[in-house]
């Protein structure tokens, strides 16, 4: 019988590629709405284990991302109230929303230890990799 990859795996491999590829993506992550709670739960990630696998909605840049919709770049953490920190090697993030039929389900978080590194592109990019994603859980 045909094997199909789980969409987790799937996931996974997009972590790998991105962290493998582009030298200043650090650490390279999924989180995803967990069930009707008001709350992100961690799925496939690549780089440091992290101790905040569940993030309630509006707190750390990933928790704001939740309610905003929009894309979060910061160029510099020290910088941010509102901000969970998970390693401190990290100087800045970027997170992108994943949107399914027009709804907020999750988002990519990518932390980097290098400083100010994200720009229009990457945001045009990681939409992208957020678009083929939806595709996926669809
Ligand atoms: N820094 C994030 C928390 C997630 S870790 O980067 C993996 C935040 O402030 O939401």
Redesign the pocket.
């Known amino acids: 019988t045909q094997h199909s990859t789980s969409v987790d795996e799937r996931l996974y491999k997009i972590c790998e590629l991105l962290e493998a590829n582009i030298e200043y993506y650090s ?1 390279v ?1 999924f989180y995803f709405r967990n069930g009707e709670k008001e709350e992100l739960k961690l799925g496939p990630y690549v780089g440091e284990p ?1 101790d ?1 696998t569940i ?1 309630p909605f509006g ?5 704001q991302v939740a309610v905003s919709n929009a894309n979060f770049v910061v160029p510099d ?1 020290t910088a941010q109230d509102n ?4 390693s401190i090697t ?1 100087k800045a ?1 970027i ?1 992108v929303p994943i949107f399914l039929n027009g709804e907020n389900i999750g988002q990519i ?1 990518i ?1 980097s230890n290098t400083p100010d590194p994200f720009t229009e592109a990457d945001e045009r990019f990681l939409e992208f990799v957020c678009a083929e994603v939806a595709n996926i859980l669809d």
Do not use: L, P, R
């Open positions: 650490w992550g992290t905040h993030i707190k750390g840049i990933c928790g953490v901000y969970i920190a998970c990290v993030e997170v978080d932390d």
